[in-house]
């Protein structure tokens, strides 16, 4: 045996020098025939790649090195660079260094595409037509259910080339491939029992060898299912979350209508877009492994089991599997219907804990402690008795379950396991060779063992898939609640962005968010309204409340105006129909673009401090990557609130660099004039200042006021200090006339104001002249009150305390 092997070797050596001389010297030969020409061309060629491999390799090592400073600069700052195509670039920390992640904006004519599908839905869904998306259908597994899922996907996977595609057809190999190691496993399981019973070591220590490689392969395989199945769930997220933050937040302002205009989500769109999403996604994912491998696992076990068992086999598991759909179809709760309402009382009592949160400081005045814990609690116990309900009929629910998919299951897959003993003409594969192996002594017997116990393996294997084929029932019905609200919020999200609102059909209310009829221009030098009424809008489907009538004005630069009247009457409105918040119903606003020097800027009547920075405090709604391409510095932010008369804010919080909750920090009056900080740093050419300077003393109101007229911005002031006057050019005056739905505009300082003034001074005159006689008629019901009358009409005299008090009196009038 040696022999021979040392002339095998040595065979496959001369064997292998053979065939390297045989293709040298072909080599050689064609090289030799090769002309000069061409072996110049060729070393030409060879050099110039080299030359260019390494510059590209030299231009792409400067490039990742660009990158890698660019990223720890905008890691430190918190910032990102925007792209020629709208895309974004952030860097996050990643080990040692950074990286690189571009975000991509949602396309318009994405969103076009996808409108038919939220807005438009077929009849044939029950989806209604253009009623509010929470009362068109109740969740639950039906044609509505499929048609918003199908919505859904085609935003999660929008081709068939993106990640979350590739992530699927990952998903479903690892799926596959763990059907084909449970069979390979069967078998296994099979001949190990069979070599032990026969008492084979041999074969049987190799199946147990066979049996650990194939654990760890399995172990691999089920860990990186768990795995990608987490992967998409965070992937379908990823791209639900942008969409929805790019239909969201944008110049439209949906994030403002959402909830002020539109009443298809209420005030809960965070409790939509943070749980609802999650649970969608996270149920999205799980229904493609719950569904796609059980599928596949029916389809091949049924198969191997057909052949094993026979035909009568498979008939007796199709009818179980049909018997135990439908009993469990009809005795299943209506989970979807159950989740959905349970999300929507999660989100009502969440919001109300953020209600609170950020209104502390006005409970804390008011010690409302109390009546906000009963509110609390009562929205508690009306989410807990709900869910206590739900427990209940899970509790019923899966006693059945389990009795059937467990217990009765295993019992008839015993059944159908002896059919190749018992009845072996109607065992199929198993039955035949039971009978052919009949005639030998203990034949059959061998092999029995093995194929019961693979049988028995598959058997299990396919109750298992069958299961979880049943299971997946209920989990449909909870991601039908899921898919439900999911599609609620993007369907509303579409109707609020294109502005798609329906008549109710009672009628047309006036003045109904299906009937506006005015118009916003922007890029005109001044601030016009023709013929615009001012209405308060209601949440849709209702009308809005009209607050004036008709107002025609126009301001040109610097032109100050002043807009001043009793509480309620429509001020704020004003702004909020300029600026876009309500809209326009009839006539013409015309308007500067947005923010920055050439346009209009907004400061609302309650401060808003972002998070962030004392720097972002200032320059909001910049960025610091947006303060440095405006070529500004520190130092220029520094003159800016010295200008607010802020400039020691930076010393006393530690730097621009301080991170606080600036809300708390501030006082009322800082914060109104960080509000004024921020107009001075962005320099518009108009600015609408709604109470910007209620909490500020009048001394301090009025350097503002001259700092921004100095500036060059055109101010139009919200208020009711009749001191402001001074320093705006017109005054628009609401709430004239009997029913205060009046307005006057003129221009301050004219002949009429001042007769208005000098009849109130002579007003004032009168009054005060009267005032010793109001001193009189004082001292005489205070004589009047503190006499005691009793019975009789006799007078008691008054007690020491009250002539101790008294007597001082004429020495105070003496002096």
């Given at each position: 045996m040696a022999v021979q092997s040392t002339l095998r070797h040595s065979a496959s050596e001369d064997i292998l020098v053979a065939f390297i001389n045989k293709y040298t010297k072909l080599f050689r030969d064609r090289l030799r025939k090769t002309s000069r020409r061409s072996k110049l061309f060729a070393a030409i060629l060879l050099a110039a790649s080299i030359i260019l491999s390494a510059e590209g390799g030299r231009r792409w090592w400067n490039r990742r090195r660009q990158e890698k400073e660019q990223g720890r600069k905008l890691v430190r700052t918190n910032s990102w660079v925007f792209n020629k195509d709208g895309s974004r670039t952030i860097y996050v920390p990643y080990k040692d260094g950074t990286s690189k992640v571009v975000i991509n904006r949602t396309k318009p004519l994405t969103f076009e595409a996808h409108r038919r599908l939220f807005l438009n839905p077929p009849k044939v869904s029950g989806l209604g037509d253009g009623t509010v998306p929470s009362a068109q259908t109740k969740p639950g597994l039906n044609l509505a259910f499929l048609h918003q899922f199908l919505s859904l996907m085609s935003i999660m996977i929008p081709r068939w080339t993106s990640k979350e595609a590739g992530l699927l057809i990952s998903h479903g190999a690892f799926l596959m491939l763990r059907t084909y190691l449970s069979l390979v496993v069967a078998r296994l399981d099979g001949e190990i029992v069979r070599d032990l019973v026969a008492g084979n070591g041999r074969l049987f220590l190799w199946g147990i060898a066979k049996w650990c490689g194939l654990g760890g392969f399995a172990s691999y395989t089920n860990s990186m299912i768990k795995f990608l199945e987490s992967k998409v769930s965070i992937a379908f997220r990823t791209r639900l979350t942008r969409y929805i933050h790019d239909l969201y937040l944008n110049d439209n302002l949906n994030y403002y209508k959402l909830s002020n205009l539109d009443g298809g989500v209420g005030q809960g769109a965070d409790q939509f877009i943070t749980q609802d999403l999650t649970l969608f996604c996270a149920s999205a994912a799980n229904l493609y492994s719950s569904l796609g491998k059980p599928f596949i696992d029916l389809c091949v076990f049924n198969y191997q089991l057909y052949r094993s068992l026979g035909p009568l086999a498979l008939t007796g598991l199709m009818s179980n599997y049909f018997l135990t759909a439908s009993i469990l179809r009809k005795m299943s709760p209506p989970f979807g219907k159950l989740k959905a309402v349970e999300g929507r009382k999660e989100g009502d009592f969440r919001s109300l804990h953020a209600r609170l949160i950020a209104n502390a400081e006005e409970v804390a005045f008011y010690g409302g402690a109390e009546m906000e814990k009963t509110f609390l609690n009562k929205e508690f116990k009306s989410l807990k008795s709900w869910m206590e309900g739900i427990y209940l009929l899970k509790i019923r629910y899966n006693i059945l379950e389990d009795f059937i998919l467990k217990y009765s299951w295993s019992a008839?897959?015993?059944?159908?396991?002896?059919?190749?003993?018992?009845?072996?003409?109607?065992?199929?594969?198993?039955?035949?060779?039971?009978?052919?192996?009949?005639?030998?002594?203990?034949?059959?017997?061998?092999?029995?063992?093995?194929?019961?116990?693979?049988?028995?393996?598959?058997?299990?294997?396919?109750?298992?898939?069958?299961?979880?084929?049943?299971?997946?029932?209920?989990?449909?019905?909870?991601?039908?609640?899921?898919?439900?609200?999911?599609?609620?919020?993007?369907?509303?999200?579409?109707?609020?962005?294109?502005?798609?609102?329906?008549?109710?059909?009672?009628?047309?209310?006036?003045?109904?968010?299906?009937?506006?009829?005015?118009?916003?221009?922007?890029?005109?030098?001044?601030?016009?309204?023709?013929?615009?009424?001012?209405?308060?809008?209601?949440?849709?489907?209702?009308?809005?409340?009209?607050?004036?009538?008709?107002?025609?004005?126009?301001?040109?630069?610097?032109?100050?105006?002043?807009?001043?009247?009793p509480n309620g009457v429509g001020k704020s409105a004003i702004a909020r129909v300029l600026a876009g918040l309500w809209p326009v119903y009839r006539g013409l606003v015309s308007r500067p673009k947005s923010i920055g020097q050439d346009g209009i800027m907004f400061l609302p009547q309650r401060p808003y401090l972002s998070v962030g920075t004392l720097r972002d405090q200032v320059i909001y709604p910049d960025g610091e990557l947006d303060m440095r391409l405006k070529r500004k510095s520190e130092e220029e932010l520094k003159r800016v609130l010295d200008a607010a008369k802020l400039g020691y804010l930076p010393d006393r919080e530690g730097g621009w660099d301080t991170r606080k909750e600036w809300k708390d920090v501030l006082s009322g009056g800082e914060k109104q004039r960080v509000g004024i900080a921020r107009l001075l740093y962005h320099e518009p050419q108009y600015a609408v200042i709604d109470e910007g300077t209620s909490a500020v003393s009048s001394d301090v109101e009025g350097l503002l006021y001259e700092t921004c007229k100095e500036r060059g911005i055109t101010l139009i002031t919200i208020s009711t200090r009749a001191s402001l006057k001074k320093y705006h050019t017109f005054n628009l005056i609401l709430g004239m006339g009997e029913n205060g739905d009046e307005w006057e505009f003129e221009r301050i300082g004219t002949e009429r104001e001042k007769m208005q003034v000098e009849r109130e001074l002579q007003e004032l005159r009168e009054r005060l002249s009267q005032v010793e006689q109001w001193k009189q008629r004082r001292e005489e019901i205070e004589k009047e009150l503190a006499q005691v009358w009793v019975e009789g009409d006799a007078p008691l005299d008054p007690p020491p305390y009250v002539e101790n008090t008294a007597e001082p009196e004429p020495e105070k009038d003496e002096a």
């Amino acid at each position: 045996m040696a022999v021979q092997s040392t002339l095998r070797h040595s065979a496959s050596e001369d064997i292998l020098v053979a065939f390297i001389n045989k293709y040298t010297k072909l080599f050689r030969d064609r090289l030799r025939k090769t002309s000069r020409r061409s072996k110049l061309f060729a070393a030409i060629l060879l050099a110039a790649s080299i030359i260019l491999s390494a510059e590209g390799g030299r231009r792409w090592w400067n490039r990742r090195r660009q990158e890698k400073e660019q990223g720890r600069k905008l890691v430190r700052t918190n910032s990102w660079v925007f792209n020629k195509d709208g895309s974004r670039t952030i860097y996050v920390p990643y080990k040692d260094g950074t990286s690189k992640v571009v975000i991509n904006r949602t396309k318009p004519l994405t969103f076009e595409a996808h409108r038919r599908l939220f807005l438009n839905p077929p009849k044939v869904s029950g989806l209604g037509d253009g009623t509010v998306p929470s009362a068109q259908t109740k969740p639950g597994l039906n044609l509505a259910f499929l048609h918003q899922f199908l919505s859904l996907m085609s935003i999660m996977i929008p081709r068939w080339t993106s990640k979350e595609a590739g992530l699927l057809i990952s998903h479903g190999a690892f799926l596959m491939l763990r059907t084909y190691l449970s069979l390979v496993v069967a078998r296994l399981d099979g001949e190990i029992v069979r070599d032990l019973v026969a008492g084979n070591g041999r074969l049987f220590l190799w199946g147990i060898a066979k049996w650990c490689g194939l654990g760890g392969f399995a172990s691999y395989t089920n860990s990186m299912i768990k795995f990608l199945e987490s992967k998409v769930s965070i992937a379908f997220r990823t791209r639900l979350t942008r969409y929805i933050h790019d239909l969201y937040l944008n110049d439209n302002l949906n994030y403002y209508k959402l909830s002020n205009l539109d009443g298809g989500v209420g005030q809960g769109a965070d409790q939509f877009i943070t749980q609802d999403l999650t649970l969608f996604c996270a149920s999205a994912a799980n229904l493609y492994s719950s569904l796609g491998k059980p599928f596949i696992d029916l389809c091949v076990f049924n198969y191997q089991l057909y052949r094993s068992l026979g035909p009568l086999a498979l008939t007796g598991l199709m009818s179980n599997y049909f018997l135990t759909a439908s009993i469990l179809r009809k005795m299943s709760p209506p989970f979807g219907k159950l989740k959905a309402v349970e999300g929507r009382k999660e989100g009502d009592f969440r919001s109300l804990h953020a209600r609170l949160i950020a209104n502390a400081e006005e409970v804390a005045f008011y010690g409302g402690a109390e009546m906000e814990k009963t509110f609390l609690n009562k929205e508690f116990k009306s989410l807990k008795s709900w869910m206590e309900g739900i427990y209940l009929l899970k509790i019923r629910y899966n006693i059945l379950e389990d009795f059937i998919l467990k217990y009765s299951w295993s019992a008839y897959g015993y059944l159908l396991s002896s059919l190749p003993v018992f009845l072996p003409a109607w065992g199929g594969l198993g039955g035949a060779m039971e009978m052919a192996d009949s005639a030998e002594k203990g034949g059959r017997e061998r092999n029995r063992m093995k194929d019961f116990i693979t049988n028995k393996r598959l058997m299990l294997s396919l109750a298992d898939a069958g299961g979880r084929m049943m299971y997946s029932i209920k989990d449909l019905s909870e991601l039908a609640g899921y898919t439900s609200r999911v599609y609620t919020l993007i369907s509303t999200l579409h109707r609020v962005h294109a502005n798609a609102y329906f008549p109710r059909p009672s009628g047309n209310e006036l003045y109904s968010l299906s009937d506006v009829q005015g118009t916003i221009q922007k890029g005109f030098d001044g601030v016009r309204f023709e013929h615009v009424p001012i209405v308060a809008p209601g949440l849709w489907p209702q009308g809005g409340e009209e607050l004036l009538e008709s107002l025609s004005m126009i301001i040109r630069r610097g032109e100050h105006l002043l807009i001043s009247g009793p509480n309620g009457v429509g001020k704020s409105a004003i702004a909020r129909v300029l600026a876009g918040l309500w809209p326009v119903y009839r006539g013409l606003v015309s308007r500067p673009k947005s923010i920055g020097q050439d346009g209009i800027m907004f400061l609302p009547q309650r401060p808003y401090l972002s998070v962030g920075t004392l720097r972002d405090q200032v320059i909001y709604p910049d960025g610091e990557l947006d303060m440095r391409l405006k070529r500004k510095s520190e130092e220029e932010l520094k003159r800016v609130l010295d200008a607010a008369k802020l400039g020691y804010l930076p010393d006393r919080e530690g730097g621009w660099d301080t991170r606080k909750e600036w809300k708390d920090v501030l006082s009322g009056g800082e914060k109104q004039r960080v509000g004024i900080a921020r107009l001075l740093y962005h320099e518009p050419q108009y600015a609408v200042i709604d109470e910007g300077t209620s909490a500020v003393s009048s001394d301090v109101e009025g350097l503002l006021y001259e700092t921004c007229k100095e500036r060059g911005i055109t101010l139009i002031t919200i208020s009711t200090r009749a001191s402001l006057k001074k320093y705006h050019t017109f005054n628009l005056i609401l709430g004239m006339g009997e029913n205060g739905d009046e307005w006057e505009f003129e221009r301050i300082g004219t002949e009429r104001e001042k007769m208005q003034v000098e009849r109130e001074l002579q007003e004032l005159r009168e009054r005060l002249s009267q005032v010793e006689q109001w001193k009189q008629r004082r001292e005489e019901i205070e004589k009047e009150l503190a006499q005691v009358w009793v019975e009789g009409d006799a007078p008691l005299d008054p007690p020491p305390y009250v002539e101790n008090t008294a007597e001082p009196e004429p020495e105070k009038d003496e002096a």
